[in-house]
């Protein structure tokens, strides 16, 4: 088995960062103000809490100040409404990310559309949504941001590949499409009511699977050469051990893939990397500063 099948996204992130810290200080020599990010939890999700964790830490790593807001898991959609208009005014904060999925009672589209589209580091605002699927500038949801650099690193035009893309969701599979048509990959997003999956995945050239399904994607259901960018991470229970494992059967895919993400250590990471990524565009457009060239933060990875 060779070594370079595995696509190591800890290390690529790592790479990211770094040079996300350089840039950021030169920002901060420049502007006098410290690029803010607002990370706002509501309730107990054990699995949000882990996120929010990491990307709180690694926000203070690269030099960004971080302000966390954990609310009560039966706060008014009003009062959370009131908190990220407070967020929306504060010079200190140019990033807000309100951690989902959120308690029923609150209406999260509210919530997502209430945040100012410049300081949407999400890229989950309609604003943002629709430059994305109209192919002009706009801040990108950040898993699929990674998945594409990811991507990019192997093949920067997909011209004539298919893409297959398992999961529909606002916060992967769509934003993911839009980005693979941006790569001119021909692109397919299948979900639970798709007739016959693994007849459809196995005509890609590339597979997405976003369904937080453990191991659903099998050995056999992989294309021989595919490339393979596993989004999920589930955590389950095997041999009396808690482990995280992927939407794909690693060992499996690992066997028909050409190129293959580990799950952790895979697509993971580069999420949180590219949070840091928009936060730093947002400060640049909210510092009033012109923006470097920042083509070289993902150059050479
Ligand atoms: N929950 C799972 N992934 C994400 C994400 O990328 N952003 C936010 N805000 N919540 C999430």
């Known amino acids: 088995m060779s070594e370079n099948k595995i696509i190591d996204g800890k290390?690529?992130?790592?790479?990211?960062?770094k040079r996300i810290k350089s840039f950021g200080s030169e920002l901060i020599e420049k502007s006098g103000k410290v690029p803010g990010l607002a990370v706002v939890l509501v309730g107990e999700n054990p699995a949000s809490r882990v996120y929010v964790?990491?990307?709180?830490?690694?926000?203070?790593?690269?030099?960004?100040?971080?302000?966390?807001?954990?609310?009560?898991?039966?706060?008014s959609e009003e009062k959370l409404l009131g908190l990220v208009e407070k967020l929306n005014k504060d010079d200190n904060v140019q990033g807000i990310l309100v951690q989902l999925p959120l308690p029923k009672h609150i209406?999260?589209?509210?919530?997502?559309?209430?945040?100012?589209?410049?300081k949407d580091v999400d890229g989950f605002?309609?604003?943002?949504?629709?430059?994305?699927?109209?192919?002009?500038?706009?801040l990108v949801p950040c898993t699929p941001l990674g998945c594409s650099i990811l991507l990019k690193m192997i093949n920067d035009d997909l011209s004539g590949q298919h893409a297959v893309i398992i999961g529909r969701s606002n916060i992967v599979g769509k934003p993911m499409a839009a980005l693979l048509l941006g790569m001119n990959a021909t692109v397919s997003i299948c979900h639970s009511r798709t007739k016959d999956?693994?007849?459809?995945?196995?005509?890609?050239?590339i597979v997405v699977p976003a369904v937080g399904?453990?191991?659903?994607?099998?050995?056999?259901?992989?294309?021989?050469?595919?490339?393979?960018?596993?989004?999920?991470?589930?955590?389950?229970?095997?041999?009396?051990?808690?482990?995280l494992v992927g939407d794909a059967n690693y060992n499996e895919c690992y066997d028909k893939a050409s190129r293959i993400t580990p799950v952790p250590g895979g697509?993971?990471?580069?999420?949180?990397?590219?949070?840091?990524?928009?936060?730093?565009l947002t400060s640049y457009t909210q510092f009033d500063l012109?923006?470097?060239?920042?083509?070289?933060?993902?150059?050479?990875?």
Do not use: Y
Not at 11 to 17: F, G, H, N, V
Not at 108 to 118: A, M, N, R, T
Not at 291 to 300: G, Q, T, V
């Open 53 to 75: 964790r990491n990307k709180t830490e690694k926000t203070k790593e690269v030099g960004f100040q971080s302000i966390e807001h954990k609310l009560n898991e039966d706060v």
């Open 11 to 17: 290390e690529i992130s790592e790479k990211i960062r």
């Open 213 to 243: 399904i453990p191991e659903m994607v099998k050995g056999d259901w992989i294309r021989e050469g595919a490339v393979v960018i596993d989004v999920g991470i589930n955590r389950i229970e095997r041999d009396g051990k808690n482990i």
């Open 125 to 138: 605002h309609a604003v943002n949504v629709g430059k994305l699927w109209s192919g002009l500038n706009s």
């Open 290 to 301: 012109e923006m470097p060239d920042l083509s070289s933060i993902l150059k050479d990875l």
């Open 197 to 205: 999956l693994p007849a459809i995945v196995r005509q890609a050239d």
């Open 107 to 118: 209406n999260s589209d509210k919530v997502l559309d209430s945040i100012l589209p410049v």
């Open 267 to 280: 697509v993971g990471p580069m999420t949180i990397a590219c949070l840091l990524l928009n936060t730093l």
